[in-house]
C-alpha cells in the first residue's frame, strides 16, 4: 500500500507505460559481452519506450502503443499492443539483423504480459475480477491527483463504444460501429479515471458518465463507485441502456453510487420510437429500464429530438413523464453536425409544425415563433471538465447557429439563439418576422 503522499505524478500515464515499466528488467534483452548496445526504459509523455544505446549515441527505438484506437502504422502489433521500430541511419549494418531479433524477442515477451494482465492489474484494481473495484484498498493515488475546482460539473468520458442504435438524426461519423475494444484499452480507461479525476471541489459535486453507450462498458459499475469513493453526491449516466441486460443491472449500478440517469425517448409507441431508433424492440426495453431505474431509486430525466417523423406523437411525452415520475428536460432540434443515417431534409421538422408543448420546451429561443424560453441555452456543457477522453481537455461545446435576413430589424434579436445550420436552406425565411415593439 502506497503512502497516503503519493501523487499521480509517481505514475506513469497509462496502464501499458505502467505495466512495462514494472517489467522492464525482464521484458528488454541484457547486453551480451560483445555487444557495444544496450536498452534503457524511457517514459515520455506519449508513453513507454525503450532507447537503445552506444555510450549515448542512440541506435535504435522502440515506442509502444495500445493498439486502439489506431495510432498509424506499427513495426509489429502483439495483441493489444501496437510497436514501433526507428533504426539510426547511421548504424552499421552488421547490428541491425542482431537489434531486429531482438525487438521481435521484446514483442513476443509482450504477449506472455498480456496473458497475465488480470492477474497483474489485480494490484491497481482490487476486486476488479469480481466485477467492482475496491477503491479505498487501491494503491493508486485516487483522487488526490488535482481538485477539480469551480466547474459546473465533471465528466468521465468514455469514447468508443457503440450504442448498437441507428438514430435518424445520429451522426454517426462522429460514433463508432463497434461494440468491443481490446481489454487493455478499456482497463487503460478505469486507469487513467482514477489518476486524473480529482474529489469534488467546493462548487462541484456533480459527475457525469457519458459519450457513445457507457453501459457497455465492462468497468461501469467501478467507474461509478470510484465517484462515489471520492465523494461526489450526484452521479449522472447518460444512456440508451442497450448494455443493460436486466432490471438486476439498473439496481447493481445504483447500488454502487448511481444517483442520476438521463436518457431519450423519441416517442410514445413501439411504432414510433423503434422506428426513428432503427431498432426493434427498443422502446420496450428502454422503457422497462427507466422503471428499473426508478425502483431502485434513481433520478431519471428524459429528453427527446422532434423529426419529421416522430414530433406529432412526442407532444405529450412532458405529460407521460410527469405521470411517471420522470423529470422531462427537454427538445433538442435536430443539428446538421456530420452525415447523419437519414438526410438532414427527411429529419429536421418545419418550425412552425411542431406542437405548442415542443415548442415551448425546445433548446433554441426565438421569439416571433414563441420557441424557447431565454433561458433556453443552445449550449448547455459550458464548464464541463473531461477526464479519460483522448484529449483530456476541459471542452465547451459550440454550434454554429444562422439568422433570417429580416432579423437585422428584430427588438428580440439580442435574445434569439437563430437556427441551426440547414434550416434556411429547408424552409426559407418566411417564418420568421421580426418583432417591432420592445
Known amino acids: 500500500m502506497r503512502s497516503p503522499q503519493s501523487s499521480s505524478a509517481d505514475y506513469p500515464p497509462d496502464i501499458l507505460a505502467w505495466l512495462l515499466l514494472k517489467f522492464s528488467g525482464w521484458l528488454l534483452p541484457k547486453p551480451e559481452n560483445n555487444s557495444p548496445f544496450v536498452w534503457r526504459p524511457s517514459l515520455e509523455w506519449r508513453g513507454f519506450s525503450a532507447l537503445l544505446k552506444s555510450e549515448n549515441h542512440p541506435a535504435a527505438k522502440l515506442e509502444f502503443r495500445i493498439a486502439w484506437p489506431p495510432q498509424g502504422k506499427s513495426f509489429a502489433t502483439c495483441g493489444d499492443v501496437g510497436v514501433n521500430y526507428e533504426v539510426a541511419g547511421d548504424l552499421d549494418d552488421r547490428w541491425r539483423a542482431v537489434l531486429e531479433s531482438e525487438a521481435q524477442h521484446i514483442i513476443r515477451k509482450l504477449s506472455v504480459l498480456q496473458e497475465r494482465l488480470p492477474l497483474i492489474t489485480a494490484e491497481l484494481f482490487p476486486g476488479l475480477a469480481d466485477g467492482l473495484v475496491r477503491w479505498s484498498e487501491s494503491p493508486l493515488p485516487v483522487g488526490l491527483s488535482q481538485e477539480s475546482g469551480d466547474e459546473k460539473d465533471v465528466m468521465i468520458k468514455l469514447n468508443d463504444l457503440a450504442c448498437g442504435l441507428q438514430c435518424a438524426f445520429c451522426t454517426r461519423s462522429r460514433h463508432p460501429d463497434h461494440v468491443s475494444l481490446p481489454g487493455l484499452h478499456l482497463i487503460d480507461q478505469l486507469y487513467r479515471a482514477a489518476l486524473s479525476l480529482g474529489r469534488p471541489g467546493p462548487a462541484t459535486d456533480f459527475l457525469r458518465i457519458g459519450v457513445d453507450e457507457p453501459t457497455r462498458h465492462p468497468y461501469l459499475t467501478s467507474f461509478i463507485a470510484l465517484g462515489a469513493h471520492l465523494g461526489y453526491r450526484r452521479i449522472s449516466l447518460q444512456t440508451v441502456a442497450t448494455g443493460l441486460k436486466s432490471p438486476q443491472d439498473a439496481t447493481a449500478l445504483v447500488r454502487a453510487g448511481l444517483s442520476d440517469v438521463q436518457m431519450p425517448l423519441y416517442g410514445l409507441s413501439a411504432e414510433i420510437h423503434?422506428?426513428?431508433?432503427?431498432?426493434?424492440?427498443?422502446?420496450?426495453?428502454?422503457?422497462?429500464?427507466?422503471?428499473?431505474?426508478?425502483?431502485?431509486?434513481?433520478?431519471?430525466?428524459?429528453?427527446?429530438?422532434?423529426?419529421?417523423?416522430?414530433?406529432?406523437?412526442?407532444?405529450?411525452?412532458?405529460?407521460?413523464?410527469?405521470?411517471?415520475?420522470?423529470?422531462?428536460?427537454?427538445?433538442?432540434?435536430?443539428?446538421?453536425?456530420?452525415?447523419?443515417?437519414?438526410?438532414?431534409?427527411?429529419?429536421?421538422?418545419?418550425?412552425?409544425?411542431?406542437?405548442?408543448?415542443?415548442r415551448t420546451r425546445l433548446d433554441l429561443f426565438i421569439p416571433c415563433l414563441n420557441i424557447g424560453t431565454k433561458d433556453s441555452p443552445v449550449d448547455g456543457r459550458g464548464g464541463v471538465k473531461e477526464v479519460v477522453s483522448e484529449s483530456g481537455n476541459a471542452s465547451k461545446a459550440s454550434f454554429d447557429c444562422f439568422f433570417a435576413s429580416t432579423c437585422n430589424s428584430c427588438t428580440k434579436r439580442s435574445l434569439c439563439t437563430g437556427v441551426y445550420k440547414g434550416y434556411l436552406e429547408l424552409y426559407g425565411e418566411n417564418e420568421f418576422v421580426p418583432i417591432k415593439q420592445s
Open 274 to 358: 423503434d422506428r426513428v431508433v432503427n431498432c426493434t424492440g427498443h422502446f420496450k426495453h428502454i422503457t422497462a429500464m427507466m422503471d428499473a431505474f426508478l425502483q431502485a431509486g434513481a433520478r431519471v430525466t428524459l429528453h427527446s429530438v422532434p423529426t419529421i417523423i416522430n414530433h406529432a406523437d412526442i407532444s405529450a411525452l412532458p405529460r407521460w413523464c410527469e405521470s411517471k415520475g420522470i423529470e422531462f428536460h427537454g427538445f433538442f432540434f435536430p443539428r446538421q453536425e456530420g452525415p447523419s443515417r437519414l438526410p438532414i431534409g427527411d429529419i429536421m421538422p418545419r418550425l412552425s409544425d411542431l406542437h405548442p408543448e415542443v
